[in-house]
């Protein structure tokens, strides 16, 4: 149990000091990418997104915002530019996932067979706040 338990530590450190080392590359252009991506896709008209299962959208905001998160949090908390941001990284990541989430969910307004939902903001918040606090636990762990 206890070598288990050391092993684990031992991944975590490495992940943590190999992220720290390869941000651009690793985080900031990822969540580049992935932002414009998700931005491209909630622009799609309704009528051309199958629909496989009921509450489908649901869980495509959950794993949506559970990804941007991740991302987000991980460059707030390794960029050093802003001792502030970095130091309540994790703050600024929720403050900005639920205020992007709104937003979208505005912008869906504008966007032909979608809507704005309460229940799609609270998948992305719910998504968000599951990224943030994995981010949490891989970064706290190896302060």
Same mark, same amino acid.
């Given at each position: 149990? !206890? &070598?288990?338990? @050391?092993?684990?530590? +031992?991944? %975590?450190?490495?992940?943590? &000091?190999?992220?720290? /080392?390869h941000t651009i590359t690793l985080i900031?252009?990822? *969540? ?8 491209v896709l909630t622009t799609i008209p #309704? ?11 649901? =869980?495509?905001?959950? !794993? #949506?915002?559970?990804? %941007?998160? !991740?991302?987000? /949090?991980?460059? *707030? ?8 941001? /970095? /130091? ?5 990541? *929720? %403050?900005? @996932? *639920? ?10 307004? $504008?966007?032909?067979?979608? =809507?704005?939902?309460f229940y799609d903001w609270l998948a992305? +918040? +719910? ?8 981010? $949490? $636990?891989?970064? &706290?762990?190896?302060?």
């Open positions: 149990m !206890i &070598k288990s338990r @050391m092993q684990s530590n +031992s991944f %975590l450190i490495r992940l943590y &000091k190999y992220l720290g /080392s900031y252009i990822p *969540l580049i990418v992935y932002w414009i991506t998700l931005f #309704a009528d051309y997104v199958p629909r496989l299962f009921e509450n489908q959208d649901k =869980y495509e905001h959950f !794993i #949506a915002y559970c990804g %941007l998160a !991740i991302l987000l /949090s991980l460059a *707030l908390y390794f960029q050093k530019r802003y001792i502030l941001i /970095s /130091s309540k990284a994790f703050l600024f990541s *929720l %403050l900005l @996932m *639920l205020t992007y989430g709104a937003v979208d969910e505005l912008h869906q307004l $504008f966007v032909p067979g979608r =809507y704005c939902d992305d +918040s +719910s998504g968000g706040i599951i990224g943030i606090g994995i981010v $949490f $636990f891989i970064c &706290k762990k190896n302060i």
